[in-house]
């Protein structure tokens, strides 16, 4: 029997919602140090997020090969969104129920990083150099967590040859799926300045809200791009409009939206930020764009195909090479190393009473201790 149920319910046990810190990480490096890595512990962000209470923290961890040989790095994220109300058992009381295991985080992600503990555990030391990128601010801001990883891996000289994400990307079955690749994603805030007056004299004043409806029809209508042979079309979404207005009678001064942008490798957060400034200034308006991450692509080769030879040796299908769904730390990762995401199925993240098959952690487990050893020795 591997430990990795075990370390699963360490990990979800320890109330870590996003940014966190604390005891879920003093699990996390009790089970790294037992099994001989060096681990760095370090937070940032202390006051840089409304109040010092909420730093973010972050491990590195690495266990040292032969000379010369591979480097692999495992990487995910210990921080997990709020249970929120009505589950049947405790959010962080981890519980089996026949053959699932419960409790936040349980796939997104504790779960797959408790089988990265446990693959570490069957791959020799000699076999090459392993390590632990975690962040306790994925499913928050982001900005503070894995880039600041990054910063200290540069600093250090810790360069992986490849690198695994354990995002839950298998839909129906443990194994369906993994991600090559994420789109981008883009945030734009929108606003247009008008003359508050009275309805009553409209001459008098400005109405900002039919310029941004018109704005809004014009982005509405953009198409960006038809795809392309790894990505689905990038998509232009209004997700908010807000006129703060607390009188019938007055006509606004300001009126406001948002949107989100998810983009394909055809653009750049640049070029769609300047497309719709454009747009927004023929209205009178402007744009704010934050940009959350590019596009990346790793494409099918050497990697993929290891990952896909031990999927197929566990549960007898070949991954899908996907780059659907959100963003992940994948984003920044990929400016270090080529990265793949693989993990648990995702049907229940972010839900409540989120679950796991233990038998999905067994075979997941062996599956990272494949696909590091294979990697390792290539």
């Not at 070029?271 to 934050?290: C, D, F, N, R």
């Not at 070949?318 to 993990?343: Q, Y």
Request: proline share 6%.
């Amino acid at each position: 029997m591997t430990q990795v149920l075990e370390f699963a319910k360490r990990l979800m046990a320890a109330e870590s919602v996003t940014p966190a810190t604390g005891t879920v990480f003093d699990e996390m490096e009790a089970m790294l140090v037992a099994l001989g890595f060096e681990v760095t512990r370090f937070t940032r962000g202390e006051g840089e997020r409304g109040t010092p209470e909420e730093p973010v923290e972050n491990l590195f961890a690495i266990r040292r090969g032969g000379q010369g040989g591979k480097h692999f790095a495992f990487a995910g994220h210990l921080d997990v969104v709020p249970p929120g109300d009505g589950w049947t058992s405790e959010a962080f009381a981890p519980e089996i129920r026949g053959e699932l295991l419960y409790g936040r985080g349980a796939v997104d992600m504790k779960g797959a990083i408790a089988c990265m503990v446990d693959a570490a555990a069957a791959v020799p030391q000699d076999a090459g150099t392993l390590s632990f990128v975690i962040t306790g601010d994925e499913e928050g801001p982001a900005l503070h967590g894995t880039r600041a990883l990054i910063d200290f891996m540069r600093a250090e000289g810790h360069q992986p040859d490849l690198c695994l994400v354990g995002e839950p990307t298998s839909v129906n079955r443990l194994g369906d799926m993994m991600k090559i690749g994420r789109r981008g994603s883009l945030n734009i805030w929108l606003e247009v300045e008008g003359t508050q007056g009275h309805v009553a004299y409209p001459q008098l004043a400005d109405n900002p809200i039919p310029k941004l409806l018109a704005m809004l029809a014009e982005l509405d209508a953009l198409t960006l791009d038809e795809g392309t042979d790894w990505f689905q079309p990038s998509n232009l979404e209004i997700t908010e409009i807000d006129v703060p207005n607390q009188a019938h009678n007055v006509i606004p001064a300001k009126a406001k939206a948002r949107l989100s942008i998810r983009f394909n490798d055809t653009h750049t957060g640049a070029s769609l930020s300047q497309k719709v400034a454009t747009i927004a200034e023929k209205y009178g308006g402007t744009a704010l764009p934050i940009i959350s991450g590019e596009p990346f692509l790793t494409p099918p080769g050497t990697f993929s195909d290891i990952i896909a030879q031990a999927v197929e040796a566990e549960t007898g299908i070949a991954p899908e090479p996907s780059t659907t769904g959100g963003t992940s730390d994948a984003r920044f990762l990929r400016n270090v190393c080529p990265v793949i995401e693989f993990g648990l199925v995702n049907a229940t993240m972010h839900k409540r009473d989120e679950a796991v098959a233990i038998a999905d952690l067994s075979a997941l487990s062996r599956i990272y201790a494949r696909i590091a050893t294979d990697v390792l020795g290539s």
